[in-house]
């Protein structure tokens, strides 16, 4: 009886799909014949509008444009041609992306196509590598929870453990009601490189309303949206209103640094804090995330230094350094400081550290960590956009991580200690905090001095904290705070200048076109033909300016609403 039915289903769907392609082939041979032609796709990306590819059959048509989104010229600003080696400009294969020209008609029509269609595939691989991203999310949580269990008493670990994983849901939650709109409810507006092009999708242009200082005005007069001085986005509340899988994506993508940054506080406030804070603080933490995301990675005011003031490109902070693990170091100083000490806890311990309670759960958390943070960075190296450097991005983390776990362990010894198993974990997790900001403009020698001045950091600083009586038994002000600041310092130091041009909508070298005096000094001073992100070792101290400015506001006001919150909170909701 069921294979009867079974063969019925199978004889019904193949009678249908027959009729239905013998009803289609007729509609495309009466349209063939009526000299009509089928309607134009709706999606722009999905394909391009259909043209007639045979040389000469209609002397009047015009040739197939290339959209302003694609590259090439900006409609508002000149910009420089594409290819483009340094990603400023959309995946395109540089065999195929010749300059366009109204000669031959036919190579132009097969041109634009492929480039729709290339645009198309890469919108939709870089949709699933961020929706790949937020997948790693639980294991990273799972490992980094087991990582703070190794520095805690055994009876916090089961509710560090389950706090670190309720914070998943309730930071997403603040993320959807408030925090996506205001740190990205104004992205499409932001200043970028000409001709860039998002590369998940065109979709992302309903991302266009904020508040800011100084309204922009487009060619015709009318408000652009963009503000000399962007402060917030409004555009997202609740999601509503941005339908869209690129804005989707986006959502799932970021809401993985949120997570990031909301567990790493819990293991130094586990014992501190009540229940009812927790919950405010999965709340609260996506305000300050949210802010220093729309002024950094948005668009605001922290990137338009470098337009607004000539510093540099703005501040840059590729994967997070100071907007992820800076503030999360920041968040731990302010609550530690607002909960106060915890009394008896490690009394009489070596100064300069905490002791390892769960040794097999410190190393079984470190090992998930560091996987997930591997493949977390190779996949975003591969899916964010194919024009990035993907091996210096991959290789440098690695770099990083290994020097600052060989210094972390070598320093014990110069100091006739012996190097601990704690120690060397913390250096290497300071690796990797440290290149997250530069990871995308540094050379390898670049990537491993970061990470060995990052591990010695952590040494050194881990000890001072404990010094002045501030509990932190993982190191996170250190580990986090410190060597996060220190990463973002590095930008404007190690910076090269071979990627980022056009980084924040500054693009130096372009202003110099018809000077080819300035060029050819331009290009003698800083060994390329293009304004790539540039530090004080390149001839850029504006670069590292901005830099500075960028860590003196995550200290002042990351510290000032961490503060504020926990002091409340702990009033409001004592334990």
């Given at each position: 009886?069921?294979?009867?039915?079974?063969?019925?289903?199978?004889?019904?769907?193949?009678?249908?799909?027959?009729?239905?392609?013998?009803?289609?082939?007729?509609?495309?041979t009466t349209s063939a014949h009526s000299g009509g032609e089928a309607s134009p796709p709706k999606?722009?990306?999905?394909?391009?509008?259909?043209?007639?590819?045979?040389?000469?059959?209609?002397?009047?048509?015009?040739?197939?444009q290339i959209p302003n989104y694609f590259g090439g010229q900006s409609a508002t600003a000149p910009?420089?041609?594409?290819?483009?080696?340094?990603?400023?400009?959309?995946?395109?294969?540089?065999?195929?992306?010749?300059?366009?020209?109204?000669?031959?008609?036919?190579?132009?029509?097969?041109?634009?196509?492929?480039?729709?269609?290339?645009?198309?595939?890469?919108?939709?691989?870089?949709?699933?590598?961020?929706?790949?991203?937020?997948?790693?999310?639980?294991?990273?949580?799972?490992?980094?929870?087991?990582?703070?269990?190794?520095?805690?008493?055994?009876?916090?670990?089961?509710?560090?453990?389950?706090?670190?994983?309720?914070?998943?849901?309730?930071?997403?939650?603040?993320?959807?009601?408030?925090?996506?709109?205001?740190?990205?409810?104004?992205?499409?507006?932001?200043?970028?490189?000409?001709?860039?092009?998002?590369?998940?999708?065109?979709?992302?242009?309903?991302?266009?309303?904020?508040?800011?200082?100084?309204?922009?005005?487009?060619?015709?007069?009318?408000?652009?949206?963009?503000?000399?001085?962007?402060l917030l986005g409004t555009k997202g509340f609740f999601l509503h209103g941005v339908d869209d899988?690129?804005?989707?994506?986006?959502?799932?993508?970021?809401?993985?640094?949120?997570?990031?940054?909301?567990?790493?506080?819990?293991?130094?406030?586990?014992?501190?804090?009540?229940?009812?804070?927790?919950?405010?603080?999965?709340?609260?933490?996506?305000?300050?995330?949210?802010?220093?995301?729309?002024?950094?990675?948005?668009?605001?005011?922290?990137?338009?230094?470098?337009?607004?003031?000539?510093?540099?490109?703005?501040?840059?902070?590729?994967?997070?350094?100071?907007?992820?693990?800076?503030?999360?170091?920041?968040?731990?100083?302010?609550?530690?400081?607002?909960?106060?000490?915890?009394?008896?806890?490690?009394?009489?311990?070596?100064?300069?550290?905490?002791?390892?309670?769960?040794?097999?759960?410190?190393?079984?958390?470190?090992?998930?960590?560091?996987?997930?943070?591997?493949?977390?960075?190779?996949?975003?190296?591969?899916?964010?956009?194919?024009?990035?450097?993907?091996?210096?991005?991959?290789?440098?983390?690695?770099?990083?991580?290994?020097?600052?776990?060989?210094?972390?362990?070598?320093?014990?010894?110069?100091?006739?200690?012996?190097?601990?198993?704690?120690?060397?974990?913390?250096?290497?997790?300071?690796?990797?905090?440290?290149?997250?900001?530069?990871?995308?403009?540094?050379?390898?020698?670049?990537?491993?001095?970061?990470?060995?001045?990052?591990?010695?950091?952590?040494?050194?600083?881990?000890?001072?904290?404990?010094?002045?009586?501030?509990?932190?038994?993982?190191?996170?002000?250190?580990?986090?705070?410190?060597?996060?600041?220190?990463?973002?310092?590095?930008?404007?130091?190690?910076?090269?200048?071979?990627?980022?041009?056009?980084?924040?909508?500054?693009?130096?070298?372009?202003?110099?076109?018809?000077?080819?005096?300035?060029?050819?000094?331009?290009?003698?001073?800083?060994?390329?033909?293009?304004?790539?992100?540039?530090?004080?070792?390149?001839?850029?101290?504006?670069?590292?300016?901005?830099?500075?400015?960028?860590?003196?506001?995550?200290?002042?006001?990351?510290?000032?609403?961490?503060?504020?919150?926990?002091?409340?909170?702990?009033?409001?909701?004592?334990?």
């Amino acid at each position: 009886m069921l294979r009867s039915r079974t063969l019925i289903i199978v004889v019904a769907g193949l009678s249908w799909t027959l009729i239905y392609d013998s009803r289609l082939a007729e509609a495309q041979t009466t349209s063939a014949h009526s000299g009509g032609e089928a309607s134009p796709p709706k999606d722009p990306i999905a394909a391009p509008p259909p043209t007639n590819s045979t040389p000469g059959a209609n002397a009047n048509e015009t040739p197939p444009q290339i959209p302003n989104y694609f590259g090439g010229q900006s409609a508002t600003a000149p910009g420089p041609a594409w290819p483009d080696p340094t990603g400023t400009k959309p995946q395109t294969d540089p065999a195929a992306a010749a300059p366009v020209g109204p000669a031959d008609d036919n190579q132009n029509a097969d041109f634009v196509r492929n480039l729709y269609q290339r645009a198309n595939d890469s919108t939709w691989y870089n949709a699933t590598g961020f929706l790949l991203l937020g997948l790693t999310i639980a294991i990273w949580v799972l490992g980094f929870g087991l990582l703070q269990i190794g520095f805690v008493r055994s009876p916090l670990a089961a509710k560090i453990l389950g706090q670190s994983l309720l914070i998943i849901p309730i930071g997403c939650l603040a993320f959807w009601a408030y925090g996506f709109a205001l740190g990205w409810g104004n992205f499409y507006n932001s200043a970028v490189p000409p001709g860039w092009y998002s590369t998940l999708g065109p979709g992302t242009s309903v991302l266009q309303e904020g508040i800011g200082i100084g309204t922009q005005f487009d060619a015709a007069g009318k408000a652009s949206g963009s503000y000399r001085w962007g402060l917030l986005g409004t555009k997202g509340f609740f999601l509503h209103g941005v339908d869209d899988l690129g804005v989707m994506t986006l959502f799932a993508g970021m809401a993985t640094f949120l997570i990031k940054l909301a567990v790493i506080p819990i293991g130094a406030m586990a014992d501190r804090w009540s229940w009812k804070t927790f919950w405010g603080y999965g709340l609260w933490v996506a305000l300050p995330f949210s802010l220093f995301a729309n002024w950094v990675w948005g668009g605001g005011w922290l990137t338009q230094v470098g337009a607004n003031w000539h510093l540099g490109h703005g501040a840059v902070d590729f994967a997070g350094s100071g907007l992820v693990f800076g503030l999360a170091g920041v968040t731990t100083l302010g609550g530690s400081l607002a909960l106060g000490r915890r009394f008896g806890v490690c009394e009489g311990a070596e100064p300069g550290s905490f002791p390892v309670w769960n040794s097999r759960a410190l190393a079984a958390g470190f090992l998930i960590w560091a996987g997930v943070e591997i493949v977390f960075v190779w996949v975003a190296a591969d899916s964010g956009n194919t024009d990035l450097p993907t091996r210096a991005i991959k290789f440098n983390s690695m770099y990083s991580i290994v020097a600052g776990g060989a210094i972390a362990t070598i320093l014990p010894l110069l100091r006739s200690s012996r190097p601990t198993f704690r120690a060397t974990c913390q250096g290497m997790l300071a690796g990797w905090v440290a290149i997250a900001a530069p990871i995308a403009f540094v050379e390898s020698w670049g990537a491993a001095t970061i990470g060995a001045v990052a591990g010695g950091l952590a040494a050194v600083t881990i000890a001072a904290v404990r010094k002045l009586q501030i509990n932190d038994p993982m190191g996170v002000i250190s580990v986090c705070g410190v060597c996060g600041l220190w990463g973002v310092l590095a930008v404007g130091i190690f910076a090269t200048g071979k990627y980022g041009a056009g980084w924040s909508g500054v693009d130096r070298f372009a202003a110099l076109q018809g000077d080819v005096i300035q060029q050819q000094q331009w290009q003698q001073t800083t060994g390329v033909a293009f304004d790539g992100v540039r530090g004080l070792l390149y001839g850029d101290p504006g670069q590292f300016a901005a830099q500075l400015i960028y860590c003196a506001t995550l200290g002042v006001v990351g510290l000032g609403l961490a503060y504020a919150f926990f002091w409340i909170s702990s009033r409001l909701f004592p334990k």
